[in-house]
């Protein structure tokens, strides 16, 4: 497989009663590598998520993941309107904000097969 998915899911909390509700996918991340290049990407599946921490863990587990594999040079986490409060969000964590990121990133090369760089558990086994 290309890539990883990641999903995140809601526990119901019996302390706060929510005793037999059932647990929902609140969102996913997928992970991409084509060239030197490692794209993370996160969707939600419900709005109110969006405040949840969620961007947080994704960001760390792609940089995380580009860190430890060979030959990627850079991580793209993707698109944002130059003023928007998540490209202020992305600078204060450290990443600059190009309109050259087509030429800065090498998308160029084959996609790589993250599970068995990274050694991941795969789901489907």
């Known amino acids: 497989m290309v890539g990883t998915i990641d999903e995140y899911w809601t526990v119901p909390n019996s302390t706060n009663g929510e005793t037999?509700?059932?647990s929902e996918m609140v969102a996913f991340a997928t992970t991409v590598v084509k060239g030197n290049t490692l794209r993370g990407?996160?969707?939600y599946q419900l709005s109110q998520h969006s405040r949840s921490g969620i961007w947080f863990h994704?960001?760390?587990m792609a940089v995380d993941r580009g860190l430890r594999l060979k030959g990627v040079n850079y991580v793209d986490i993707g698109p944002s309107?130059?003023?928007?409060?998540v490209a202020n969000l992305k600078e204060k964590y450290?990443?600059?904000m190009s309109?050259?990121?087509g030429?800065?990133?090498d998308y160029e090369g084959p996609f790589r097969k993250l599970l068995e760089?990274?050694?991941l558990p795969n789901s489907n086994t």
């Open 117 to 119: 760089e990274l050694e």
């Open 81 to 85: 309107d130059e003023n928007s409060e």
């Open 94 to 96: 450290g990443f600059t």
């Open 103 to 105: 030429v800065d990133c």
């Open 58 to 60: 994704t960001v760390a």
């Open 41 to 43: 990407m996160w969707f």
């Open 99 to 101: 309109d050259t990121w």
């Open 20 to 22: 037999g509700k059932r």
